[in-house]
């Protein structure tokens, strides 16, 4: 009984951990694009609220800053807003693929964190506990896996949509996938070989005595980088939902709540890519030179606040890229994944295999 309850806490706390980027970086791109560009931003909703309610008073202070900032606005009337809209579909299409499609699209990402360690473990009692959902071997190949299954969703949408725009983006996001997937593959095959290990845990651990991925292979650091912006189709590579091209590409004709599972599975994504980043290069939960206590919870605690606080940092710099460089054309995009990475990463895997031989 007791292992199934701490499977059971570490489910929801994972899905608290992926609700809270994924709202951070919804506040990120729409607060921080606002200062890139000179602009306020939200910072209206929750600025005047006012009452004489004796228990409500002492948070209306802690409201109004929280407007300010823009949280209330981006995370809380948006979300409102959304749920109560109404729920189209376009008539001559099938209403179920047309609601499959964004699930689709996010249970992969979702179940790609069931393989993310997100702290170092900890004893409570006679139980070892690994803040990690499924305790996998092949953790990385099974990252792999989901991300490549997130296509299907997106072709479903452009598809089922029964829309030009729609469709278009969908092809484009499909090949964009598709052709950033291969360099993505190449480059963990990489690190699988410079760790000797596919287990993500294990990375971590390897990494423990302050020589972090990014040290040994900075140009799969790199690589990682902006495959993983492609991979979620955010600008500069935001080729399938170019606005001034396709509307809003694959999920045009989207809204409501369905809209929302579209954004949420491309937020929750570059959490996803910024912690496997994390992970791979940046010492996970490690900080140079500082050594926590094996096994104790105030250690776990620590190294849980590290590991979010680097993907938190990833988090940021993908959106920042995203509202500074301009959009790519279609043809660029592909030549740069077919022509510049994917030879680029062969050649470093090729490179990493003679090391590992020879030396």
């Given at each position: 009984?007791?292992?199934f309850?701490?499977?059971?806490l ?16 919804t506040?990120?791109e ?14 209206r ?20 800053f929280?407007?300010?900032?823009g ?7 948006d ?6 809209k109404?729920?189209f579909?376009?008539?001559h ?11 689709a ?5 979702f ?10 473990d ?6 070892l506990?690994?803040?990690q959902?499924a305790?996998?071997?092949?953790g990385?190949l ?21 829309n030009?725009?729609s ?5 484009r996001a ?5 052709s ?19 287990d993500?845990?294990?990375m ?6 302050g020589?972090?991925?990014v ?8 690589l990682?980088?902006i ?6 189709k955010?600008?500069p ?15 045009t ?17 570059i ?6 980043l ?19 919870l ?17 988090c940021l ?24 990475v ?13 090391v590992?031989?020879?030396?």
């Amino acid at each position: 009984m007791i292992p199934f309850l701490i499977e059971l806490l570490k489910i929801a706390f994972l899905l608290q951990l992926i609700f809270a980027f994924a709202s951070l970086c919804t506040w990120f791109e729409r607060k921080a694009s606002a200062l890139i560009q000179n602009r306020v931003g939200a910072n209206r909703a929750g600025v005047y609220l006012k009452s004489d309610n004796f228990f409500l008073k002492p948070f209306i202070p802690v409201l109004k800053f929280l407007g300010i900032l823009g949280v209330v606005n981006t995370l809380f009337c948006d979300a409102v807003k959304a749920i109560f809209k109404e729920d189209f579909v376009p008539s001559h299409t099938s209403r179920f693929l047309h609601t499959l499609a964004p699930f689709a699209s996010v249970v992969p990402i979702f179940m790609a964190f069931a393989v993310i360690p997100f702290a170092p473990d900890f004893v409570i009692g006679t139980h070892l506990i690994r803040p990690q959902v499924a305790q996998i071997s092949v953790g990385i190949l099974f990252v792999f896996a989901m991300t490549a299954l997130a296509v299907y969703g997106v072709m479903l949408a452009g598809w089922s949509s029964d829309n030009k725009f729609s469709l278009l983006g969908a092809l484009r996001a499909s090949a964009q996938m598709i052709s950033y997937e291969i360099a993505m593959g190449t480059i963990f095959v990489t690190m699988i070989l410079s760790y000797a290990t596919l287990d993500l845990y294990k990375m971590v651990e390897l990494q423990i005595d302050g020589v972090w991925g990014v040290v040994n292979q900075p140009l799969s650091f790199l690589l990682l980088f902006i495959v993983g912006m492609a991979e979620t189709k955010r600008g500069p590579f935001d080729l399938p939902e170019s606005e001034s091209e396709l509307v809003a590409g694959y999920f045009t004709e989207y809204s409501g709540m369905k809209f929302l599972l579209f954004w949420l599975g491309e937020f929750a994504e570059i959490a996803l890519f910024s912690m496997i980043l994390t992970i791979l290069f940046l010492g996970g939960w490690h900080l140079p030179g500082v050594s926590f206590a094996t096994n104790s919870l105030l250690g776990t605690i620590v190294g849980h606040f590290v590991l979010v606080l680097k993907t938190a940092f990833l988090c940021l710099v993908q959106i920042t890229l995203r509202w500074t460089l301009p959009r790519f054309r279609y043809d660029q995009l592909m030549r740069v994944g077919w022509n510049v990475v994917l030879p680029i990463s062969l050649v470093n895997l090729f490179l990493t295999a003679v090391v590992k031989v020879f030396f």
